[in-house]
């Protein structure tokens, strides 16, 4: 359902608090770390609200940091689409203008025969990525094309071409294999010939610079991708939406949606601080937590609990704003057990003045099983909390 | 899933209730009106059979009347549409003929200079309104053209053109503010530039027959609309489908779906024995019972509650007339405390003698939710009926 045109305005603010892979699953050990976190707040939340579980993507699948937040945000993952390379530079807080061509980029080992023999570079360190990555910037030069490398972490590179002209449907020069040497990026249309001819200056160019180096001496580049404009916040939902988050990605993917980010917290007070400060200008705070995810990936079980209990910590903070509609999930699931992201639904609380209760009353995924919002998929999230601050008019006469 | 490929006759009756705006949500004070009403022949039906919730239209999406009955006759209201113009007529009992094109017209003040001063007239009674919209049915007269004004309630009127190459494809004369000049009906279509005309002289004539009136002295009209041919219940479900509706609303939209409509009943009671007089003659009977939506939109708790108590009452009298399959649920929510249409999910209760059973043994939203129906959208629920009536067949080989 195209919300956009029942959008009305309503004096009422909307808070949507992401805890990044929130979800987990339970064992014949131990329930899930959100089911033994000690979280007497969101359990207050889930008791006065409605709870349930959400699919970011769809059942069984597993989604990553991109499609995750797509849904919350109410943009199916299937329909809308962050590119690789779109991503990269969200991630680096890298602003992509229309018409920038980026791709992400393998520093990558080729033997003498050109062949390659490590698409990682033996995953190079930071330290020694970052001066190889330094000399490139020093070092390559396109005729009328602003190139720019910019590291990430061990081996990855976001490499973005700036000019007019440029069209970024090519095919990618990482055969993502050893074996074989690096491919040509071809053309997919024929206006994308000079974008494939300045590719391959550039690949040789980075051959000749690096030849002396004995791990990083070449670049396989994938997922060439240009500045995608996704439908605005503003545009979608009338809402005047701000972004709190501590990472780039996360900062990155809200810029993306034509929110406004704001400060630049480092941790949860600083964060809650930022959104009492800017209240009054936003009808939409987005605010992401970082550290159950991290945790989660880490297999780190305690750490995972922790983080959750340190986001349960600054709920009344955050209902003391006067919050309208606050919804409470996460991405995606990071169980600890997997060390991983994962397909499993994640937990969500609702709650708003005219939410409705259900006879769930603390805050699991166990518990929100039996929840008012039932098992559905993320994206329907948005609505429903339009629905709750009054901003979506009546479907038909 | 199109249902009618697997359709084959039964010798079954289906019976579907609609109490509208029969949902609610229970908030910290009290439950439902459903929950605290007190509704034994409900909860029989809910202990012997299986419940649910279903969204009418989507989540977070309220329903109008419209889409909330499609989907519980098993029509994707988001792929069928019943046009404003459409609607107004069936609320009239005004039959639109093909070719016919109606729009919703708003009697109007316009000050000394043609500008709007107000889009409802001053809300005029509607004594007076009637009588304005008299003098308009004798008084317009359009070249080769049949006009019918018709009055609804205040300031609304039912306006419809009859003649061979009319074309609904028009744009509002109604900005939908005021201070600024009705606008002109724009044809959308070539083909419709002659209805264009054909309003604009309408529109004149209104105002030259009404400048001596104070208040109502001209008319706005928008959703210009055809008659649409919705695929019937006949053709559709290969179902003798009938109709027992006060209200003209409920009536039209039946109508339009090729049902009979039967009667003209005041109450319950008549609508009971006009069913149970027709009962030979159909396989599928629609209920509608409209008092919980009224009190629901009157923000009348004790008034909704006593609505649900008055339709459970005749459910003993519904069952022994032989039903094989009843459903009982609503178009759409109408919390007494919004005193509005709303998105929150509507229960459902079904019967049958193969339905099932779930562990549900009252019917209530929050006991719902634990049915064995689940949360699904409301046009779901025609394949369930239709497949308890034994009227689908297996699917594949």
């Given at each position: 359902?195209?919300?956009?045109?029942?959008?009305?305005?309503?004096?009422?603010?909307?808070?949507?608090?992401?805890?990044?892979?929130?979800?987990?699953?339970?064992?014949?050990?131990?329930?899930?770390?959100?089911?033994?976190?000690?979280?007497p707040h969101l359990d207050?939340?889930?008791?006065?609200?409605?709870?349930?579980l959400v699919e970011p993507?769809?059942?069984?699948?597993?989604?990553?940091?991109?499609?995750?937040?797509?849904?919350?945000?109410?943009?199916?993952?299937?329909?809308?689409?962050?590119?690789?390379?779109?991503?990269?530079?969200?991630?680096?807080?890298?602003?992509?203008?229309?018409?920038?061509?980026?791709?992400?980029?393998?520093?990558?080992?080729?033997?003498?025969?050109?062949?390659?023999?490590?698409?990682?570079?033996?995953?190079?360190?930071?330290?020694?990525?970052?001066?190889?990555?330094?000399?490139?910037?020093?070092?390559?030069?396109?005729?009328?094309?602003?190139?720019?490398?910019?590291?990430?972490?061990?081996?990855?590179?976001?490499?973005?071409?700036?000019?007019?002209?440029?069209?970024?449907?090519?095919?990618?020069?990482?055969?993502?294999?050893?074996?074989?040497?690096?491919?040509?990026?071809?053309?997919?249309?024929?206006?994308?010939?000079?974008?494939?001819?300045?590719?391959?200056?550039?690949?040789?160019?980075?051959?000749?610079?690096?030849?002396?180096?004995?791990?990083?001496?070449?670049?396989?580049?994938?997922?060439?991708?240009?500045?995608?404009?996704?439908?605005?916040?503003?545009?979608?939902?009338?809402?005047?939406?701000?972004?709190?988050?501590?990472?780039?990605?996360?900062?990155?993917?809200?810029?993306?949606?034509?929110?406004?980010?704001?400060?630049?917290?480092?941790?949860?007070?600083?964060?809650?601080?930022?959104?009492?400060?800017?209240?009054?200008?936003?009808?939409?705070?987005?605010?992401?937590?970082?550290?159950?995810?991290?945790?989660?990936?880490?297999?780190?079980?305690?750490?995972?609990?922790?983080?959750?209990?340190?986001?349960?910590?600054?709920?009344?903070?955050?209902?003391?704003?006067?919050?309208?509609?606050?919804?409470?999930?996460?991405?995606?699931?990071?169980?600890?057990?997997?060390?991983?992201?994962?397909?499993?639904?994640?937990?969500?609380?609702?709650?708003?003045?005219?939410?409705?209760?259900?006879?769930?009353?603390?805050?699991?995924?166990?518990?929100?099983?039996?929840?008012?919002?039932?098992?559905?998929?993320?994206?329907?999230?948005?609505?429903?909390?339009?629905?709750?601050?009054?901003?979506?008019?009546?479907?038909?006469?």
């Open positions: 359902m195209d919300l956009t045109p029942l959008i009305q305005d309503a004096p009422t603010k909307i808070m949507l608090v992401v805890m990044d892979g929130l979800g987990g699953y339970a064992d014949r050990l131990s329930g899930t770390e959100l089911e033994e976190a000690s979280t207050a939340l889930a008791d006065h609200g409605v709870t349930g993507v769809g059942p069984g699948i597993t989604p990553g940091s991109g499609p995750g937040h797509l849904g919350l945000f109410g943009y199916d993952p299937e329909q809308f689409e962050l590119g690789r390379g779109a991503l990269s530079a969200a991630g680096l807080d890298f602003e992509l203008r229309p018409g920038d061509v980026a791709a992400r980029g393998n520093l990558c080992t080729l033997d003498d025969d050109g062949i390659i023999a490590d698409r990682r570079a033996g995953r190079i360190p930071d330290d020694k990525a970052a001066a190889v990555v330094a000399q490139l910037q020093d070092g390559v030069r396109l005729e009328g094309i602003e190139v720019f490398f910019r590291h990430e972490r061990e081996h990855r590179v976001l490499v973005v071409l700036r000019a007019d002209g440029l069209d970024a449907r090519l095919t990618d020069t990482d055969p993502q294999r050893t074996g074989i040497p690096p491919l040509d990026a071809q053309p997919l249309f024929p206006d994308a010939k000079r974008t494939a001819e300045h590719v391959a200056d550039l690949s040789n160019q980075v051959r000749a610079l690096l030849s002396g180096q004995p791990k990083a001496n070449a670049i396989l580049l994938r997922g060439f991708d240009t500045h995608r404009e996704l439908p605005g916040f503003a545009e979608r939902y009338g809402l005047r939406a701000a972004a709190v988050a501590i990472y780039p990605m996360y900062r990155g993917i809200a810029r993306l949606l034509g929110m406004d980010v704001l400060g630049r917290p480092a941790n949860l007070d600083e964060q809650v601080g930022i959104m009492r400060d800017a209240w009054a200008d936003y009808d939409y705070f987005f605010l992401h937590h970082k550290y159950t995810d991290s945790a989660g990936e880490d297999g780190d079980r305690p750490r995972k609990i922790a983080a959750i209990e340190q986001l349960d910590a600054v709920v009344p903070d955050l209902r003391e704003l006067g919050v309208d509609v606050l919804a409470v999930s996460g991405d995606h699931s990071t169980p600890s057990q997997m060390a991983a992201h994962s397909w499993h639904p994640v937990p969500v609380v609702l709650w708003s003045d005219r939410c409705g209760r259900d006879d769930v009353t603390t805050f699991g995924e166990r518990a929100c099983l039996r929840g008012g919002l039932g098992i559905r998929p993320t994206k329907d999230l948005m609505a429903i909390m339009l629905a709750n601050a009054g901003r979506l008019q009546k479907y038909g006469a």
